[in-house]
């Protein structure tokens, strides 16, 4: 089985300030991992994802995360955060063995970026 | 390109009658996926199609809920007897194979009265 934890329902970061959103998973092979962004009344949008490689991934609007094999963590970061960073934000992993493409979430972290 | 698309984006019913919610997928993508997020529940799988094989229906919660993707395109979730358990937010996605990143539409939001 898979699974996802965000440990923190919310996070709260004055406007220019370095921000970390937090993320550790299961899986029983090598992990698929996903960072969506979910703005008010939209889906979700695609930010970053892991499959292999350099353990540091670049994303959408100048976010990156980091991969931690031995932590079993991607944390989501970004140098500076903007007001207009403010959404609902989801990790995601995968099993990469076997057929099964289903994504399994956390239940998201609410990132509010005060000025 | 044009996006994941879903209609209708809003739904209000009664308990007790049936439903049917409308996926567009990417063009070209041939898998499709249907999420629910629930308050309280988060997101969670329910349906997945990949080109002709059989659907994994594993996280369907119960027998009224099905769905069916015709012509490997357009895709319809039904949810007959609806209950007030059944209010959430629908989401589909799509990806250009089942391994790849799946891009999702902006959801339909289910209200049972």
């Known amino acids: 089985a898979q699974s996802v934890a965000q440990p923190e329902d919310q996070v709260n970061v004055a406007e220019g300030n370095p921000l970390t959103v937090k993320c550790t998973y299961s899986v029983s092979g090598n992990p698929y991992l996903f960072w969506y962004v979910q703005y008010p009344n939209r889906g979700l949008q695609f930010l970053l994802k892991?499959?292999?490689?350099?353990?540091l991934v670049k994303g959408s609007y100048g976010f990156e995360a980091e991969f931690n094999k031995s932590q079993t963590s991607f944390h989501l970061k970004k140098p500076s955060a903007l007001v207009s960073d403010s959404a609902l934000y989801f990790c995601?992993?995968?099993?990469?063995?076997?057929?099964?493409?289903?994504?399994?979430f956390g239940t998201g972290t609410r990132l509010q970026v005060t000025l | 390109g044009a996006g994941v698309s879903q209609s209708p984006s809003n739904k209000v019913t009664e308990k007790g009658k049936d439903v049917e919610l409308r996926c567009d997928p990417i063009?070209?993508?041939?898998?499709l996926y249907w999420y629910r997020q629930s308050l309280g529940q988060g997101l969670e799988f329910l349906i997945y199609?990949?080109?002709?094989?059989?659907?994994?229906k594993s996280g369907l919660p119960s027998d009224r809920f099905s769905a069916e993707r015709t012509g490997g395109s357009v895709s319809t979730l039904t949810i007959q007897r609806t209950q007030q358990e059944d209010s959430a937010v629908y989401l589909c996605?799509?990806?250009?194979?089942?391994?790849?990143?799946?891009?999702f539409g902006p959801g339909t939001r289910l209200l049972v009265l």
């Open positions: 199609f990949q080109g002709n094989s059989a659907p994994d």
């Open positions: 995601a992993v995968r099993d990469s063995t076997g057929t099964a493409s289903k994504l399994t």
């Open positions: 996605a799509s990806s250009l194979v089942s391994q790849e990143t799946q891009y």
């Open positions: 892991y499959i292999t490689g350099d353990n």
């Open positions: 063009s070209g993508h041939t898998a």
